[in-house]
């Protein structure tokens, strides 16, 4: 399977896979330079469980300018779906401050157009009531509805472009 870029720039961000200094600090309680105060948040914390160094399908940084302001990432790099098709499974966070800007829009936007570019479709899962995330991935072009998970998230799916 193709390597998704290190950094990956859109106009306003850039997004970063996650060091080992990144990692160390986020499970150990530490700051980093740059980090917004509220970060990392809960789910980042459970997102550096996930991370294995040089594994390009990892954890990234969300920063605006020097600012980490949340993270975006796949579980894993592509498995078959039952399709054959290779797929992965995104997730994504900002810090409450930095909501409403379209920042993850623009985020999941460019992670898309690696994924597409490598040939890899993507799925979320999303608590039904998140309506703020269904709005992120509606507008991200994921218009599949694959039923839900056991927690009762709905699975949503971006077909490949």
């Known amino acids: 399977m193709s390597a998704l870029p290190v950094l990956v720039r859109t106009a306003r ?15 150990g309680g530490g700051r980093r330079p740059g980090w917004h105060g509220d970060f990392p948040r809960r789910d980042d914390v459970d997102a550096a469980t996930l991370w294995h160094d040089g594994d390009t399908w990892g954890p990234r940084s969300v920063v605006r300018g020097v600012t980490v302001l949340g993270s975006i990432g796949f579980y894993g790099p592509p498995e078959p779906a039952t399709d054959g098709v290779a797929e992965v499974e995104v997730g994504y966070g900002l ?8 920042f993850m829009t623009e985020a999941l936007t460019a992670l898309l157009a690696e994924c597409d570019r490598v040939g890899v479709r993507v799925r979320a899962s999303v ?7 269904i709005k992120v991935l509606a507008s991200c072009g994921f218009t599949e509805l694959r039923g839900a998970t056991e927690d009762g998230e709905l699975v949503m799916v971006r077909p490949l472009r």
């Open 95 to 102: 810090v409450a401050e930095a909501r409403g800007w379209g």
């Open 13 to 27: 961000l850039g997004l970063p896979l996650w060091t080992a200094e990144d990692v160390a600090a986020i499970r």
């Open 127 to 133: 608590a039904p009531d998140n309506k703020t995330s």
